[in-house]
């Protein structure tokens, strides 16, 4: 193996560590290898930019923004409403309310689809009495298996697409991946919908573990008038850093002050809500200035109607990862107050103040009602709900994007523009008839997810081109049954698997493409199989939470623990393996 080889190696498997571990972001530790590579040697400054003019990622950018448009719009409100709307057992439920979702997700990004439907399916369970947990994942799952049935679906088909037309192929069609997506969906959404469900245990959510358990933690406590809190602010008057408890609220004439800054002026007669750990309330209730709520009644739960509350579920790219609320100005940065913590399905019940935030943790914040509007099409959060919130409405406008979606799939599916000048078409006149302004349409645009698919591609050349893949691909060829193409395809795809479920679906997919290519040139099969077995076994991204950004999304929503993903998902898995194998040499001759 030459020294480009086991460079590019070294840098691929320290990227994959560093992923892994979560050191660092995707975004910065694919585009820290693409650097390396760069300087190395390995790699050309037109391969390491060659994501950049590839097609997919500005077809993904413009299809965030037809998203963007169909959530804002409540353009899928009424198919919640009737996937909800009846009754029946769990079963009927969840095929009530898979089978539009995968539908839904062929052509929507999936993100924005789980965003819509998490806290509603959620709500909707609880009012029920039944467990949120045993619907939450499987709608994470449907979305992915609805995104494999069109090659818009998800953007790992669009990248996998972008890498066929770089190795002289013919990109996907819109419709070419549904003979074997939309068998291996419906398969997927039956076995969720009526076995694999049951091996979910119950668990509790962030929002029903806080409902039950704040009594413990919220106290109100009254600022004496002319005592020695009254006219300071709340950092001079020593409440900005107390031991356990930390200060939430301000009530004044009827007025809330949510979240209370470290610079709020208290007044006399002022109410002050606390929260924090039940055994740090008797110091609170010694400090000179204070003193009990007037009324004389013990610590309760506040009243969620009169106050705004919102979960957030942490992203991978959020600039807290890794830091304290102290540390990264949390209130100051988000106007907000974190009043729980959710982490792997239980509440942290250390300091809230000394607790180092991590991809995934959801936050339950006391926050002014305009938080969501802020930063719910942000980077920093994968989902911002609002507790207690009405559904969004649809809206008139929601037909026309209805209407504008299905004119980008059939222009592209006719052939009669490319699926990005369909995209690119498509997000501009929502733009122009006024349906997203153009910062909305901006803010729509996640540009950490477009950085990962450029860079990643840096990365695939330096395989190719350093000679690992072909490394690579002969020791997968001599390892499956003596180079038997059927084999070779099967090998490919649990690769993908195993590596989507460490980093993510885009990166994954980049970097087994070349050598998927590889093993194919070795026994003479035709390379198309393994560029469609790939884009499958990339979206199969079931086995653990941190696969893919949607199974981060109701991890704690649903209080899940690490392991119920792996529960669920390997069954789901091997069905979509088992599936994929029938039908893909069928349809694509090896």
Known sequence: MKWEALFTLAVVLATLVLQVRGTLPPVLALMGANVLLLVGGVISVNEA????SNPAPITVAALFVVAAAVERTGALQPMVNAALARGGGERASLLRLLAPTAAVSAFLNNTPVVALLAPQVRDWAERRNRASSRYLMPISFATMLGGMVTVVGTSTNLVVSGLMQDA??????MFEITRVGLPVAVVG??????????TLPVRRGARQQFEEEIREYVIHMQVVPAGPLDGVTVEAGGLRHLQGVFLAEVEREGHSIAPASPTTHLRGGDRLIFVG????IRDLQAMRGLTPDGD???PTAPDVSSRTFFEVVVSGTSPVIGRTLKEAEFRG???AAVVAIHRAGVRVRAKLGEVRLREGDTLLLVADPEFGARWRHRSDFLLVAHLGAAPPPSSRRGVLVGLITVGIVVAAAAGLLPILHASLLGAVALVLTGVLSPWEARASIDLDVLLVIAASFGLGAAIERSG??????RAVVTGMDGGHAWAALLAVMLATVVVTGLITNNAAAILVFPIAMAAASQIGADPRPFAIGIAVAASASFLTPIGYQTNMMVYALGGYRFTDFFRLGLPLTLAVLATSMLLIPWFWPL
């Open 277 to 280: 750990r039940a055994d740090f």
């Open 189 to 198: 959404v039956i076995l969720l919908s009526l076995v694999l469900h049951r």
């Open 468 to 473: 690992l893949a072909g490394w690579i691909g």
């Open 296 to 298: 004389g009644s013990p």
């Open 168 to 173: 002289g192929m013919a990109p996907i069609g």
């Open 49 to 52: 930019l060659a994501g950049f």
């Open 333 to 335: 940065r988000y106007q």
